[in-house]
């Protein structure tokens, strides 16, 4: 019996040997070329073509043949999606598992949608892995895997919201807030949309911020997964903040790739921690 777990690239993941893992790659495409979020692409060289491009910068989610492919193989899949409120990847999973069920019988497909994405993502994907590796049956897996998702939760700071905003993932008017050289938008994934909650000056009010919301949502020293945008000081300064005041936190700084860092620009941060039930 092959377990598998697959995962778009918007997790920031894109190999792990704990598991049968795989990535399906979320694009970038601007008026000259694709960059495909794989452990191939020159994240920084993509950056610095998109700061000369012309024109509109858009992405594109996996289409349900790749998903198909990541599928071949396993007799037990489980596929985590970016939130299906900002982007087509989960339609296009849940596409390719009716399609892929009904030529394959005998395979099990759960498709979760993680209504968030980035180091929330992650902490699915290693809940996930722990559950199969202890062995247990597909349905069990998907019964605790759903009460797990209860509790994960997400935070960002950004400094500009001007990708998102293009493409339509946030109002303009929230753009806007950011528009100030020195302001950080922090805010939280709630029903699977950007939800800013604070403008704040400066990056050490926006690291104390993050903290101090993380604690409101009821983080009490669960596990840590910090994604950001080449601005590893920073993440290196939340760990720390975390770390003194929960001593035994397991947490991890892993950069963006293609997808996030082209959405929460530079310097930007995407948390994803466990807290308190959501419901
Ligand atoms: O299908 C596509 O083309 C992909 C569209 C993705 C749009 C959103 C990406 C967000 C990236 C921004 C900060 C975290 C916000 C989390 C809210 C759920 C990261």
């Known amino acids: 019996m092959i377990f598998r777990i697959i995962s778009d690239s918007s997790s920031n993941l894109l190999s792990w ?30 950056v610095a ?14 289409n349900t043949g790749e998903w198909l492919e990541a599928f071949e193989g396993a007799d037990c899949i489980f596929a985590v999606t970016i939130t299906s409120n900002l982007s087509g990847c989960y339609n296009a999973a849940m596409l390719a598992r009716e399609q892929y ?16 994405t980035g180091g929330e993502m992650q902490l699915i994907i290693e809940k996930l892995a722990e559950l199969i590796n202890e062995g247990k049956a597909f349905e069990e897996i998907e019964k605790e895997i759903t009460a797990y998702k209860d509790t994960t939760h997400l935070e960002f700071s950004l400094q500009s919201l001007t990708n998102l905003a293009r493409n339509g993932r946030v109002s303009p008017a929230v753009a806007a807030i950011a528009g100030v050289l020195g302001i950080r938008v922090v805010g939280a994934a709630v029903e699977g949309t950007l939800h800013p909650s604070d403008k704040v000056r400066g990056e050490k009010k926006a690291i104390s911020t993050i903290f101090a919301n993380m604690k409101k949502y009821g983080y009490v020293g669960g596990k840590v997964r910090i994604n950001h945008c080449l601005n590893p000081e920073s993440a290196a300064v939340l760990k720390e903040k975390i770390s003194a005041e929960f001593p035994s936190a397991d947490i991890e700084i892993v950069p963006c790739t293609a997808l996030c ?5 530079q310097g930007g941060m995407i948390i994803g921690y466990e807290g308190a039930n959501k419901h």
């Not at 073509?49 to 996996?62: I, M, Q, Y």
């Not at 759960?110 to 968030?116: A, K, M, R």
Request: glycine share 2%; with cysteine; charged share 30%.
């Open 261 to 265: 860092r082209f959405y929460a620009e």
């Open 49 to 62: 073509d998109l700061k000369t491009v012309k024109g509109a910068v858009k992405t594109s989610c996996p």
């Open 101 to 116: 069920i009904t030529e394959h019988p005998e395979v099990k497909i759960h498709v979760v949608d993680s209504y968030s």
């Open 17 to 46: 040997d704990k598991v049968d893992y795989k990535t399906v790659p979320l694009k970038i495409l601007s008026s000259e070329k694709e960059y495909i979020d794989n452990a191939e692409l020159d994240v920084a060289a993509m």
